[in-house]
């Protein structure tokens, strides 16, 4: 299992604690300081059901500064994410090829076996 982990983020702390008390202990990404591919975020994208813009967080200075208002493609959705990674929610959580958005954080218990 691996959780894409903003350690600033207290709903990414309680998705990861939540983890933790059903004792899974995923590999944690901190996904500001190692932000994913585009390739990665598609994969995600996919194991999510969600489209790019979906999965922004559009209360973020980078996306009121940058994209509000915009139109812009899958692709360059992506490549904004790429740019700006604290435009993607968090936390997310994947196991095997199934992944979902820890908000609310009880939303990861449903990848729990």
């Known amino acids: 299992m691996k ?34 591919t585009a390739e990665e975020l598609k994969e995600v994208l996919g194991m999510l059901g969600m489209k790019a813009e979906d999965l922004l967080r559009k209360g973020e200075a980078d996306y009121k500064e940058n994209f509000k208002g915009k139109t812009l493609s899958e692709e360059e959705w992506i490549a904004a994410m790429v740019e700006y990674p604290k435009l993607i929610e968090r936390p997310i959580v994947i196991k095997n090829k199934k992944a979902v958005v820890g908000r609310p954080p009880e939303n990861v218990l449903s990848l729990i076996d």
Request: with cysteine; charged share 25%.
């Open 3 to 36: 959780i894409y982990h903003n350690p600033r983020c207290s709903k990414s702390r309680q998705a990861l604690q939540l983890l933790r008390d059903n004792q899974v202990e995923p590999e944690i990404v901190e996904y500001l300081k190692n932000t994913p």
